[in-house]
């Protein structure tokens, strides 16, 4: 009886064991990867654009609009619309992202989208215990990073996140 040998493929045992490998190597190495600075990153840039719409919202609607951030909170109120086409909603933010500083921060836009009070920055982290913690401490580095600073200008509102 003869056999054909056929030397240009692989087995199915060669594959299947190569399948297996990967599997077990997917399975260590993507715990090991750490979107900490990813969530920190897109909470930051959601807030930025959320103060910009409330600023948008006062000059286009011809009145004064505020947002309010409060220490401790995963989450905010995106103001509503005076003339009702939008209602207020609650943003949450990402995995364990917090604003650790102040206590509280209200950023109000006139009717001509001008901050109203002097310029104002905020903190936030994820991870990590909250601790009490003042502008004039040293930053607080988490393994996972520094905080994020949110930057509001007055007159001009401008936002920068750093």
Do not use: C
Request: glycine share 6%; no cysteine.
């Amino acid at each position: 009886m003869k056999f054909l040998h056929n030397k240009n493929g692989f087995t199915l045992i060669e594959i299947i064991s190569v399948i297996l490998v990967m599997g077990v190597l997917a399975a260590v190495a993507v715990p090991m990867f750490d979107s900490t600075a990813i969530d920190d990153s897109m909470a930051a840039n959601t807030i930025q654009a959320d103060i910009q719409y409330a600023q948008e919202l006062a000059m286009t609607r011809d009145q004064s609009v505020s947002i309010t951030f409060q220490r401790n909170a995963v989450s905010y109120d995106v103001p509503a619309d005076p003339n009702g086409v939008y209602p207020l909603e609650t943003r949450e933010l990402p995995n364990n992202v917090v604003i650790v500083y102040p206590l509280t921060t209200t950023i109000t836009f006139n009717s001509f989208g001008e901050k109203l009070n002097a310029t104002e920055t905020f903190y936030i982290r994820s991870g990590g215990t909250l601790a009490p913690w003042n502008p004039g401490d040293p930053p607080l580095t988490l393994p996972s990073g520094e905080l994020t600073a949110i930057t509001v200008e007055q007159f001009t509102g401008r936002v920068t996140v750093s």
